[in-house]
């Protein structure tokens, strides 16, 4: 099994920066495209950004100049490096993997933190 831990949420101001982390965690398995989701209280759950296995990154237009999604290879781990954060930014993020195991993909899902942007 594969299990998608995140971290780096909080509380920041309006302008203020965060970094998401989230971690890869298992064996037996190489991972694919990772990305970034976010739904806020009462909404879908919405596309972030996206990066593949070559690093092509895609990002929302709401986010794009504003936030940088990265991924350490050798560490399993994908980032998200937001800044300028604004109000409309609170939501859940959520971290999202597909992953290759036995020759056939996976999606997996992390459980979610919270960042809340409020003066």
């Known amino acids: 099994q594969v299990q998608l831990v995140e971290s780096g949420g909080g509380l920041v101001q309006p302008g203020g920066s965060l970094r998401l982390s989230c971690v890869a965690n298992?064996?037996?398995?190489?991972?694919?495209?990772m990305g970034w989701y976010r739904q806020a209280p009462g909404k879908q759950r919405d596309l972030v950004a996206t990066?593949?296995?070559?690093?092509?990154?895609n990002y929302a237009d709401s986010v794009k100049d504003r936030f940088t999604i990265s991924r350490e290879y050798a560490e399993n781990t994908v980032y998200l490096q937001m800044n300028s954060l604004k109000p409309e930014d609170t939501a859940v993020y959520y971290c999202?993997?597909?992953?290759?195991?036995?020759?056939?993909?996976?999606?997996?899902w992390g459980q979610g933190t919270q960042v809340t942007v409020s003066s």
């Open positions: 999202n993997a597909y992953v290759v195991r036995q020759g056939r993909y996976y999606n997996y």
């Open positions: 298992g064996s037996g398995f190489r991972l694919s495209a």
């Open positions: 990066i593949t296995i070559s690093s092509t990154t």
